[in-house]
């Protein structure tokens, strides 16, 4: 069974920082890019990072210039884990915060993508001003 599990979201105020993490099993994680996407009340969901099979990290074009700067990506792939570091929160970030994995690309292109093969059930990160 293919599963993709965040944890780490929360109730923090603005300025604050959270770490997210997403948990991979049931698949060959090493050949998987995996992306954080977000989805706030009222508003359709939206990709942020993307952290390739090859370690390449690339922001999404609707959110670039939102997180740039506060947001970053990584993953561990002996604990099949990809983290989002996410500081100087702002109310703005409120949002479900989805992580999403997609089979490598064969050309070198995995990020960013749009059209997961999997899902997790996603985290709520709340931001209070």
């Known amino acids: 069974e293919v599963l993709l599990v965040e944890s780490g979201g929360g109730l923090v105020q603005a300025g604050g920082s959270l770490r997210l993490s997403c948990a991979a099993s049931?698949?060959?994680?090493?050949?998987?890019?995996i992306a954080w996407f977000r989805q706030a009340p009222s508003k359709e969901r939206e990709g942020v990072l993307c952290?390739?099979?090859?370690?390449?990290?690339?922001?999404?074009?609707n959110s670039v210039n939102s997180v740039k700067g506060r947001f970053t990506i990584s993953r561990d792939n002996a604990k099949r884990t990809v983290y989002l570091q996410m500081n100087s929160l702002k109310p703005e970030d409120t949002a479900i915060y989805y992580c999403?994995?997609?089979?490598?690309?064969?050309?070198?292109?995995?990020?960013?993508?749009?059209?997961?093969?999997?899902w997790g059930q996603g985290a709520q990160v709340t931001v209070s001003s």
């Open positions: 999403a994995a997609q089979i490598r690309d064969p050309y070198g292109n995995s990020c960013p993508f749009l059209a997961p093969d999997f």
């Open positions: 049931g698949f060959t994680f090493d050949d998987y890019a």
């Open positions: 952290i390739s099979e090859r370690d390449v990290h690339m922001y999404y074009r």
